[in-house]
């Protein structure tokens, strides 16, 4: 997490210096990402630095932090217009990540994590609070659309929907998607909404 010395400054200070820091990360991998970029572009000497972040790892999982919470504001905003149909949510996320203008606003988003392909998925999802996120979308979920046996269930049902969702969100954002992309991942959330076990027959 960024210092309190970061959070208090100036909005403007504040943004300029994460618009160097995105720049930097989008245009090279995280190894050759360079600090002293960063603080030139920012105008910032370089003490300032550490008094805003332990290090470069720190900062490079603070901004995807940041990415990810947008998108989980946009999650949450798209949960209460569909009435919290989680699966009416998850499909109309991707339609509207899939929209030209989101994917330019993404497309720094999208260059960072390109360029970073080689970090794992799960070193990614820890850094970036996943159970934050689910924790606040949990409430706006419509749970009585949803056959749980347990409460424990739903937020279960958001991490499947996350795993399966989260490479169909990302081909969304930047781009690389069509009809057949689309009918695929719809497939998807439908087999989750329908559930894997057939009906039992009922003996007479």
Not at 92 to 112: C, F, G, H, N, V
Not at 178 to 191: N, Q
């Amino acid at each position: 997490m960024p210092s309190a010395t970061f959070l208090h400054l100036p909005p403007e200070k504040r943004a300029r210096f994460l618009r160097a820091a995105r720049a930097e990360f989008a245009r090279v991998p995280y190894a050759d990402a360079s600090i002293n970029r960063m603080i030139r572009a920012a105008h910032i000497p370089r003490g300032s630095f550490y008094m805003y972040f332990a290090n470069k790892e720190e900062l490079f999982f603070y901004i995807l932090e940041v990415y990810h919470g947008q998108l989980a504001d946009a999650a949450a905003q798209i949960l209460q217009e569909t009435g919290g149909d989680l699966f009416a949510a998850f499909a109309q996320l991707y339609d509207r990540l899939s929209t030209p203008k989101k994917q330019e606003d993404l497309a720094e988003m999208r260059a960072i994590l390109q360029r970073n392909a080689g970090i794992q998925q799960g070193q990614l999802l820890h850094c970036i609070q996943l159970e934050e996120i689910v924790r606040r979308l949990l409430p706006l979920v419509d749970r009585s659309k949803l056959l749980l046996r347990s409460p424990e269930e739903l937020e279960d049902m958001f991490h499947i929907l996350i795993n399966v969702s989260g490479p169909a969100l990302a081909a969304a954002a930047g781009g690389e998607t069509g009809p057949d992309a689309r009918r695929r991942y719809l497939a998807r959330l439908d087999i989750l909404r329908r559930g894997m076990q057939a009906p039992q027959e009922t003996v007479t």
